[in-house]
């Protein structure tokens, strides 16, 4: 069985993972959905207030200390 200082390393590498992922991840669909206004047309502030949504929980993974 892994010790707590394991599993809390595991869970910290994971949160810092996902939290990039979606970094990456929103930052191209705010690209895309800015660089593209013209196709989308009304949908363009949904789909620029839900790559901002991903964007701050991305970051906030990043920057968040799991407890110890």
């Given at each position: ?22 970094t990456i991840v929103s930052a ?34 990043l920057v968040v200390k799991p407890?110890?």
């Amino acid at each position: 069985m892994m010790s707590e200082e394991g599993d809390t390393f595991w869970v910290s590498l994971s949160e810092k993972f996902f939290g990039l992922l979606l970094t990456i991840v929103s930052a191209l669909l705010l690209y895309f959905t800015f660089s593209s206004t013209a196709a989308l047309g009304a949908f363009t502030a949904l789909f620029g207030f839900l790559g901002f949504i991903l964007l701050a929980i991305g970051l906030f993974l990043l920057v968040v200390k799991p407890p110890e």
